[in-house]
């Protein structure tokens, strides 16, 4: 009998867009493709690890209560290196996760990171998982690099957004990849919504003097500004609406070039324009949208996971929306 393919899925980076991945896992087991091998990068590499860990359960659960105040209570601001050093997060998932060793998950998992000094893609797959997803969640400038060995890691996103050459390596036959940010650049800008600003306002409150300045204008500013109206000239817009524009522009960019050496089997691309990156306290809507563009791929998958013959590769399949 021919052997069934192996599925890898590769989770792509995406910031509070990655609770999406939860609902495209959902579709993917309901309908009997689980993957065999589980790759991400960034927020991938969270949602990933604690999928490959067995405890998506816990996983949704939380992200489905956490709140604006609470995410921001995830954070402890240091300066230098970045503006979050990481280490309440660490020790939140740790408690929760067992903190477990690649070795001991029941299955196979790895993330991408980025080596600073040379800017060199680094495959993360030994030692204990929750160091490597803080090494491919190291955005520079917000977060501070994790230090491995002798070398500084930061996001994998700035090399690989979405690890299909990961999934490959590790022994997938075919690929699912979901990208987060197909659809930013050009997107219609939109102000944060009320509730996000009075509880951006009660955390500087409660923040340390020191770091309340800064505080406020990181939730201040990290989500566009309003859009001009017609006929009129358009506002300049902040300092930190310009930088989170160009990420989304360089992550876009970085995405199209290495899926095009690299393509997947099948593509998934979950319309999220709506979500901004610090909107963590919306994982409801995210994990809907996820689950329903997986749902789409579903037909496609049906007719691609057939046993691969002869080393044969298989067309490249876009889903989109």
Request: aromatic share 4%; charged share 20%; proline share 7%.
């Amino acid at each position: 009998m021919p052997r069934r393919p192996r599925i890898g899925l590769a989770l792509g980076s995406g910031s509070a867009r990655g609770w999406s991945h939860i609902g495209v896992i959902r579709a993917l087991e309901e309908a009997g493709y689980a993957p065999d091998v589980v790759c991400g990068t960034s927020i991938g590499a969270l949602v990933g690890a604690i999928y490959a860990a067995g405890q998506l359960d816990w996983l949704e659960g939380w992200v489905r209560k956490l709140t604006w105040q609470g995410a921001v209570g995830m954070l402890d601001l240091k300066m230098g290196g970045g503006l979050i050093e990481g280490g309440k997060l660490l020790k939140f998932f740790r408690e929760h996760s067992q903190d477990p060793d690649f070795a001991d998950l029941p299955r196979a998992f790895g993330c991408v990171a980025t080596e600073l000094a040379t800017g060199r893609e680094v495959w993360l797959r030994e030692g204990p998982v929750i160091d490597a997803v803080r090494a491919s969640m190291a955005l520079p400038g917000l977060f501070t690099p994790t230090q491995q060995d002798d070398r500084l890691l930061v996001d994998g996103g700035l090399v690989n957004p979405i690890p299909v050459s990961l999934c490959r390596a590790m022994g997938a036959d075919l690929v699912i990849a979901v990208d987060l940010n197909w659809d930013l650049i050009g997107r219609r800008n939109r102000t944060a919504s009320p509730d996000a600003q009075e509880a951006a306002g009660s955390a500087v409150t409660a923040a340390p003097p020191a770091a309340a300045g800064v505080l406020a204008t990181v939730l201040g500013k990290l989500r566009p500004a309003p859009r001009a109206p017609a006929g009129s000239t358009t506002e300049m817009p902040s300092l930190l609406d310009v930088l989170g524009t160009s990420l989304n522009i360089m992550q876009v960019r970085i995405t199209q070039s290495r899926m095009a050496g690299e393509p997947a089997d099948v593509l998934v691309r979950p319309r999220l324009s709506d979500i901004a990156a610090m909107d963590f306290h919306r994982a409801a809507p995210a994990i809907a949208e996820g689950e329903r563009a997986a749902r789409q791929a579903l037909p496609l998958l049906a007719d691609l996971a057939v046993p691969l013959k002869d080393g044969g590769s298989l067309p490249p399949v876009t889903v989109q929306g």
